[in-house]
């Protein structure tokens, strides 16, 4: 295998990171090469149509146009959002990604045309954001809704993507001056000593030193990380919102080295953790290693939902308190499940640990991916875990309805660029060897180990590693154990071996050959899951998990049609998985037994007296679950996650 995939992550040789990703990577076959066939083929070659119907490249066209008249008015902005040019950089590092792992001409050209018009539309200083540009108002000059940095983030992050999938420095140079302007501007005793609103150039910086070695980017993230948490950005409402968020809306009330839990709005938080990580890799401070360590324990033991989704309050997009986790009032936005993504493997490779692989592997196959329709053509902004058979939801963007864009278009990008860097999250080389942290069919390699990975996961738990080329003398193959798997086996050409295990790790370690086959099988069975006491939201009740995947109930797969919220789940009940090669694109279903309640429990005043009438209780029926990440691709109805166990008061 001769594939060379360099992803949006490639620490430098200095960095304190035991784990650097593989440099060879690909997806070939199975459940993750169909979800990104379907990316390539219809969401990214659909985008610069959605991009040019939502005004954002005529934005760029009105820039650039600008730029060649002296004195001309200004055109006007399209659009509702002062940073939908973000839509456009993350389109662009999605196709870029794509075009890294396969060639393709006319997406190339795209590619190359959506690039000029951003070059052209830079100003001569260095400075780019369109709708500033357009008339919006006067440049840094509102930093707490403006979004400028966020969108030089996105456009850096974009820039380094084609550079590394072309070699070309056009988009790069175009990054590098606006970097350099940034520089110009901010800092203590610039004209601008404060943050962005919202996080996100701090990651991008970092990768832009670690594709240019040019130190001063590194001390710029060092910069805005440390300058967050002091109370620096103004406060007052947003144009559309009446109310001031606070300042811990965007984590400008402590700063991250002495934060002890994650709060304000989850994207924010998040996109600022991954860049704290990153600038943990580079300079080895281990204060703020110790900060990520944290805070990521704080939102995975506190705030986080089954499916791996954050972000429980619609209001402001936030973070709820400990353990406020509702299952029906569930923001969960798509974007923050990506958040969780990118700041678990950044910390995946600052640790070498095994468990944020865990979260990535459940957030991935649940709460990432329920937000993309199995058509690639809508999408969920929001993601929650129940969804009532006649909701009174807020129109627009936030609906539990799949939809084919978004007036805040951040989140279809933002799936696409995920999707198409995947094999960037898979495998990873340290000093002894090859890691493999997910699973998935197709071909790992570097440092001195390169396999082919076959499996049929998340339907079927054998995963068979063959080795196709090693160096001579031992090296290490080591292969993840997900959290929720008890019962597993390992053998190494047929034959059985324990696999020294240690922080969730199972090591192979020989001097391999070419034809050397490592095969893991994980038990799958379906199983009830329940929660923490303390998340009040869903006490007596349980949910059917199975592998990696959350399963839901939706009214349609369900004998008769009954609504979701009246049936209770039976868990003394066998669970029984049954393939369904037609449904949904091919799933697993996982059977289980319920009970309809008798009918005068259903009407009247809902209160009772305990221990008075009768318990949860009636006609005994078969339920069918589906994976999470597909429900609502076969239009509006009642689901949900977490079922009331039959027989209780």
């Not at 006649?390 to 278009?409: I, L, V, Y």
């Not at 990008?413 to 002894?432: E, F, K, Q």
């Amino acid at each position: 295998m001769n594939t060379v995939f360099s992803g949006p992550v490639r620490p430098t040789p200095g960095a304190l990171s035991p784990l650097r990703p593989a440099v060879r990577a690909r997806v070939e076959g199975g459940f993750w090469a169909e979800r990104r066939r379907v990316n390539a083929e219809v969401s990214l070659a659909e985008g610069p149509k959605r991009l040019e119907a939502a005004g954002n490249l005529a934005n760029f066209r009105a820039a650039a146009f600008l730029r060649t008249q002296d004195g001309a008015v200004p055109p006007g902005f399209t659009g509702d959002f002062q940073f939908q040019d973000s839509d456009v950089y993350k389109w662009l590092e999605a196709a870029c990604w794509q075009l890294a792992d396969t060639p393709d001409e006319e997406l190339a050209a795209e590619v190359e045309t959506v690039v000029g018009l951003i070059a052209a539309a830079q100003r001569e200083d260095g400075y780019l954001q369109t709708y500033y540009q357009l008339g919006g108002g006067e440049p840094w000059t509102e930093l707490g809704w403006g979004h400028e940095l966020y969108c030089a983030g996105h456009l850096i992050q974009a820039a380094v993507a084609h550079h590394r999938a072309t070699g070309s420095d056009r988009l790069l140079d175009v990054a590098r001056r606006l970097a350099d302007h940034i520089h110009s501007v901010f800092g203590p005793g610039r004209q601008v000593d404060t943050v962005c609103g919202h996080p996100e150039v701090e990651t991008a910086l970092v990768e832009l030193y670690r594709t240019t070695s040019e130190r001063q980017h590194l001390e710029l993230a060092r910069y805005f990380v440390d300058r967050r948490g002091h109370g620096s950005l103004s406060s007052g409402a947003d144009r559309g919102h009446d109310r001031d968020p606070g300042p811990e809306y965007w984590q400008d009330h402590t700063p991250v080295r002495e934060a002890d839990e994650v709060t304000g709005h989850a994207v924010r938080q998040l996109y600022l953790l991954a860049g704290a990580a990153d600038l943990a890799a580079e300079t080895g401070d281990p204060e703020l290693s110790a900060a990520v360590r944290r805070l990521w324990r704080d939102m995975v033991t506190t705030k986080s939902y089954l499916t791996g989704a954050v972000g429980s309050r619609h209001d402001w997009e936030a973070f709820g308190d400990a353990h406020e986790l509702p299952a029906d009032r569930a923001y969960a936005e798509t974007c923050a499940a990506i958040a969780s993504i990118h700041f678990s493997w950044r910390m995946a490779l600052l640790t070498g640990e095994a468990h944020y692989s865990d979260l990535i592997e459940r957030t991935l196959f649940n709460g990432f991916l329920a937000g993309a329709g199995l058509d690639g053509r809508t999408w969920l902004y929001v993601n929650p875990l129940h969804h009532r058979a006649r909701a009174h939801e807020r129109p627009g963007d936030q609906s539990a309805h799949r939809t084919p864009w978004f007036r805040c278009a951040c989140c279809p990008p933002n799936v696409m660029r995920l999707l198409a860097s995947l094999p960037h999250y898979i495998a990873t080389t340290g000093d002894d060897g090859l890691y493999l942290h997910q699973y998935a069919t197709g071909g790992y390699g570097g440092d001195g180990l390169t396999v082919r990975v076959a499996t049929d996961y998340p339907w079927d738990g054998t995963v068979t590693v063959t080795v196709e080329e090693a160096t001579t003398g031992p090296r290490t193959l080591a292969l993840r154990v997900p959290g929720w798997c008890t019962r597993y086996t390992l053998t190494v050409n047929g034959t059985p071996v324990d696999g020294a295990g240690e922080s969730g790790w199972l090591r192979v370690t020989r001097a391999f050959a070419p034809g050397d086959t490592v095969r893991l099988d994980l038990a799958m069975p379906p199983r009830l899951t329940v929660a923490s006491p303390r998340v009040d939201a869903v006490r007596g009740c349980a949910a059917i998990e199975r592998g990696p995947l959350v399963y839901c109930l939706e009214q349609t797969d369900q004998p008769g049609g009954p609504d979701p919220d009246d049936l209770a789940l039976d868990p003394g009940a066998p669970l029984t998985v049954h393939r369904q090669p037609q449904l949904l694109g091919g799933v697993t279903t996982v059977s289980a037994v319920g009970t309809l309640p008798v009918a005068s429990e259903s009407a009247g005043w809902p209160y009772r007296p305990l221990g008075t009438g009768e318990p949860r209780s009636g006609e005994r029926v078969a339920l069918t679950a589906v994976p999470y990440y597909a429900w609502a691709n076969r239009g509006a109805g009642a689901m949900r996650v977490w079922l009331p166990l039959a027989g209780r008061d």
